[in-house]
């Protein structure tokens, strides 16, 4: 298992959730994304994401003005 950081700050909707889309399709199963973000609209888009392609949000924070994702591949 592998854990991946993509750094998506300054990009704004649709452009987060449609990276993470594309790093998550060339993921292994049980492998981690990181994503953060500092489009607030990525806080409806990414789960939105996640209950289509079935992978898993494990924790979602804020902090300073950027929201981070951490999602498992499953």
Do not use: Q, Y
């Not at 209950?51 to 498992?72: M, N, P, Q, Y």
Request: glycine share 8%; net charge positive.
């Amino acid at each position: 298992m592998t854990e991946t950081t993509m750094n998506l700050r300054g990009l704004k909707c649709p452009l987060p959730a449609l990276w993470v889309g594309k790093k998550l399709s060339g993921l292994k199963t049980g492998d981690l994304l990181v994503a953060e973000c500092t489009d607030l609209l990525a806080a409806v888009d990414i789960p939105n994401l996640l209950h289509k392609t079935g992978d898993i949000l494990e924790e979602k924070t804020e902090a300073d003005g950027v929201l981070s994702f951490r999602i498992r591949k499953k």
